[in-house]
């Protein structure tokens, strides 16, 4: 019988692997555990990298934007005040920022939980991962991607390049999926990598397996440099397109505010750290749920639907007393109630009509009021394509409700028999009519004794329509009917003036106050914008020298 322990002089010539004590073994287990956040920090690298990559290339949104989203629709409006002024003058890029951060951390923490999940014998024998580790790192990459579609399905309807919902909701999962298994694949290649392994005797393989063991870890060390500076480039290219005109005003010129707001300087509120720029060419106009025939628009299509012009007023929730916060533009559409017809009318159970846009944003209200207020889906701004700042290819327009129900960038159009929420309203924003409001543009002082000057201003209540405005110089107590212009439209703001001639010198209170149409007193009542739109008298001090 032959003995197979026996060895020629030649075999036993052969280096062999050293075998590892078992202090060895347990030191080589706890030096993995170590290492492991270092596989976790390079997939987490590339996986940012590659979330960004599709941010910029597809428009779909990052698992940090989602999350925000996400987080702004379950907090109050004290809150997202208390994060407004926390992450001031930066408050929307910050806590994208610290979401970024807080993942690549959380995914280097994971590789810990890999390592002592995978529990892989140290020293290793091969650079090449098992089938176990293949299989926990494709569960690692599975369970992420449920999380993320469970935890944020409501999010995933967006895509900042413009497809419809039920496609952008698709096409983000997709992305997660690419996202997370990006993630996984690179954990297991790079742990596998960086772990210790079986250094073979003798002298020219012992040099060799110990250059190759450096020449890995190096390999991982650069790949988490690379990844984290291709995401620092991604964010450098996301900035460029930072919506750094959210919150821009309207002023009066020359102390007179124009009829019409020019495009430039209308009025813009968003709340997106970057705007979406819809492709014309995957944007699509969707009507659906319960309308008797629903239906799907392309932007060319849309622009062949019956349409109307005419002046409407947007006034956003936090203009406040005297703001400016408010604009008035020339819009172009089909009015709500032409599309529903075109479509068999609404559903003998439709109540509520929910309009969504292609960066998610969800908004909806009685059918019956908006049909009520002609709520127009328009297409054209003052004579042109809407801007993308102002809600490229489409935005709704709905007479005597505040800018936030007025969505920007729509795509869906939706008949249900229920309220559907959206951020400001789970966030508790007061979602009725707005308002009545009144403003004080000019004079400016100091003004010249004896000398007749003209008191005036702005007014508006939406599509209640202006009745009276009266004038007070001296803080309230004696009122004065004011002249008023013919609104634009019904759905337009007034304009007003009074004529004054101060008799004395000294310091005057100018205040002015609007009546609507049904007759009912603008309050005199002072009310932040927060939460519920900003009440009270607009006040203005002149010296009459």
């Known amino acids: 019988m032959q003995d197979t322990d026996h060895q020629t002089p030649m075999e036993s010539s052969q280096p062999s692997p050293s075998l590892p004590a078992p202090s060895t ?4 287990f706890f030096s993995a555990i170590i290492l492991s956040p270092g596989a976790g920090l390079a997939a987490s690298a590339l996986a940012a990298l590659l979330m960004l990559l599709l941010r910029v290339v597809a428009g779909i949104p990052t698992p940090m934007e989602l999350f925000g989203d996400f987080v702004l629709k379950h907090i109050n409006t004290g809150t997202f005040l208390q994060l407004l002024q926390k992450f001031s003058p930066y408050p929307k890029l910050y806590p994208l920022g610290l979401a970024l951060l807080g993942m690549i951390a959380l995914g280097t923490v994971l590789g810990i939980l ?8 140290v020293p290793a024998n091969s650079y090449r991962p098992g089938k176990n580790e293949w299989l926990t790192a494709l569960a690692f990459s599975l369970v992420m991607t449920i999380l993320a579609t469970v935890l944020f399905w ?8 413009g497809l419809p919902t039920d496609l952008s909701r698709l096409t983000t999962i997709f992305g997660l999926l690419a996202d997370f298994v990006g993630y996984g694949v690179v954990l297991c290649l790079a742990y596998r990598a960086i772990l210790p392994k079986v250094i073979v005797s003798g002298s020219t393989n012992e040099v060799a397996s110990k250059r190759r063991l450096m020449l ?20 450098r290219t996301f900035l460029d397109g930072y919506s750094s005109y959210d919150g821009d005003e309207t002023f009066p010129q020359h102390q007179v505010t124009p009829a019409i707001t020019t495009n430039a300087d209308h009025y813009v509120v968003t709340q997106n750290p970057s705007d979406p720029t819809p492709n014309i060419d995957l944007w699509r106009l969707e009507v659906t749920g319960l309308v008797k025939n629903p239906g799907t628009y392309t932007f060319t299509e849309v622009q062949q ?15 406040g007393i005297g703001g ?4 008035t533009a020339i819009w172009q559409g089909v009015t709500l109630r032409t599309l529903l017809e075109k479509h ?18 969800t908004m909806s209200l009685p059918l019956d009021e908006v049909l009520m207020a002609d709520a127009l889906l328009a297409w054209r701004m003052n004579g042109v394509d809407i801007p993308y700042r102002h809600g490229y290819p489409m935005r709704v327009l709905i007479p005597g409700r505040y800018g936030e129900e007025n969505p920007k960038w729509l795509t869906r159009v939706e008949l249900t028999d229920h309220f559907v929420g959206g951020l400001y309203a789970d966030q508790g924003w007061y979602n009725g009519p707005l308002h009545t409001m009144s403003r004080i543009d000019h004079p400016a002082d100091p003004l010249p004794v004896g000398k007749a000057v003209e008191i005036g201003g702005i007014a508006f209540a939406g599509n209640r329509g202006i009745q009276m405005v009266e004038v007070s110089t001296d803080g309230g107590q004696i009122w004065h009917g004011a002249s008023l212009q013919p609104p634009l439209s019904e759905d337009s703001w007034v304009f007003w003036a009074w004529q004054w001639t101060p008799m004395l010198r000294g310091t005057y209170t100018l205040v002015c106050r ?7 007193i603008q309050t005199s009542h002072i009310q932040g914008t927060v939460p519920n739109g900003g009440t009270g008298y607009n006040h203005k001090t002149i010296q009459v020298m």
Do not use: M, W
């Open 25 to 28: 073994r347990r030191s080589g």
């Open 305 to 319: 639907l019956p349409s109307t012009s005419r002046p409407i007023t947007l006034q956003c929730i936090a203009s």
């Open 114 to 121: 890999y390592a002592a999940i995978v529990r892989v014998k």
């Open 514 to 520: 609007a009546t609507d149409g049904t007759g009912a």
């Open 154 to 161: 409501n999010e995933l309807r967006q895509n900042f390049f």
């Open 324 to 327: 400016h916060l408010i604009s």
């Open 216 to 235: 890995s870890r190096a390999g991982v060390a650069v790949l988490s440099v690379g990844g984290l500076a291709g995401t620092a480039g991604f964010v």
């Open 344 to 361: 068999g009318g609404p559903a003998s159970n439709a109540s509520y009509v929910a309009f969504s846009s292609v960066d998610g944003y």
